[in-house]
């Protein structure tokens, strides 16, 4: 039978794989691949971190299809920042998905899940900043210098987060410290702080002259769902004033994904109004050339890729290591007993030496006591 049995509690399961406040509805390790996918179907404290991203795929790719109809995705130059955009936000939501869909297998997978987990959400960070840079800029922002250097700084900064998030996962153990979000959380705020620059530059702008757009409705909106998101992230409400309630639904990184799906369907609604009234702006800037997307996009992918390949490899080595050391430490210790017994055995008053004389006896008594 392929489907999981039943969920595992908090004890059952190594500490890898505890989560915060968190005591039940863990699903058992070591199964095929299938059961983990055919557990998409059944009541674990996963699911709905499973499902709240697959829903945000859907609603990704319904946009895409419909907009499809509606700009030339693949032929016209001006658009392949949005082709490239919309690819980012599948791939990292096909990879968060993912990631906590199969993570239970084992040690190795859980590593290696969410090291493609962070990959996605650097390149998310990227497609973002190609989107905002192109699309969302106001007309005096055109030339400065983060315009020129929007797509090379978007392209390190995803790379770093990739990195920054693949560390705090792999130099800390659970229960991880504070200090472990702060590696997580700081180098996706570096990420978000550019991409949304150029929004912010145009609200403050509104601020000053009252040069209102409709599509700030829906920055702003998008903004406040990132930062709540944030806020859920980092702060594990509610179930840690509740520990064992919000097992199965309701703990915070389920409303930290509710609120990301959110963070991107404000901000797909922002750029329908944005590409829909930016035509002049648009083509006042010189056309994308296939380097400086779809090419710094594979670029970003590729690097994005060797981190998780070289921490796979570190992980697998320390986890090697790891289980070499318990190994050695179970040998010692069978030695040991036996040593023990032994010699347990070679004390007592009855037992003769292998010759007769029990000399042997006498003797290491004469050591013990
Ligand atoms: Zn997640």
């Known amino acids: 039978m392929l489907l999981l049995p039943a969920t595992l509690s908090r004890e059952e399961i190594p500490i890898l794989f505890h989560e915060p406040h968190v005591m039940k509805g863990f699903r058992p390790l070591h199964y095929p691949w299938m059961s983990y996918f055919l557990s998409l179907f059944q009541w674990h404290n996963e699911l709905l971190n499973i499902w709240t991203h697959l829903l945000a795929l859907i609603m990704v790719l319904v946009r895409a299809s419909m907009w ?9 130059p001006y658009m392949w920042p949005l082709s490239v955009g919309i690819i980012t936000m599948i791939i990292l939501y096909v990879c968060s998905s993912g990631a906590h869909c199969f993570q239970n297998r084992s040690e190795l997978v859980h590593y290696t899940c969410f090291m493609f987990d962070y990959a996605g959400i650097g390149l998310y960070g990227f497609g973002s900043t190609m989107l905002h840079y192109w699309y969302c800029l106001h007309e005096s922002f055109m030339g400065s210098l983060s315009h020129q250097l929007a797509i090379p700084v978007g392209a390190i900064l995803a790379v770093l987060v990739c990195i920054c998030c693949s560390i705090s996962k792999t130099k800390y153990k659970r229960p991880y410290p504070f200090t472990r979000r702060i590696w997580q959380m700081s180098s996706v705020a570096s990420i978000y702080i550019w991409l949304i620059f150029p929004i912010w530059y145009r609200i403050w702008l509104y601020v000053h002259t009252g040069e209102w757009d409709p599509s700030f409705k829906h920055h ?33 990184h389920q409303l930290f994904h509710i609120c990301i799906f959110m963070t991107t369907y404000e901000q797909l609604s922002a750029l329908y109004l944005e590409l829909t009234g930016i035509s002049v702006i648009i083509h006042n800037m010189e056309s994308p050339t296939l380097f400086n997307t779809w090419g710094v996009l594979i670029l970003v992918v590729v690097c994005n890729s060797i981190v998780v390949y070289l921490f796979h490899i570190s992980v697998e080595r ?6 070499k050391k318990e190994d050695k430490e179970e040998e010692d210790k069978g030695e040991g007993v ?3 017994k032994a010699e347990l055995k070679s004390n007592s008053p009855n037992r003769k030496s292998a010759n007769g004389d029990g000399c042997d006896v006498h003797h290491r008594n004469g050591v013990i006591h």
């Open 220 to 252: 702003i909106r998008q903004m406040c769902w990132f930062t709540l998101g944030g806020f859920f992230f980092g702060s594990d409400i509610p179930q840690r004033f509740f520990p064992g309630t919000f097992d199965i639904i309701g703990h915070s």
């Open 338 to 340: 036996l040593k023990e």
């Open 318 to 323: 320390k986890l090697e290591d790891e289980r």
């Open 68 to 76: 499809w109809t509606e700009f030339d995705l693949l032929r016209d």
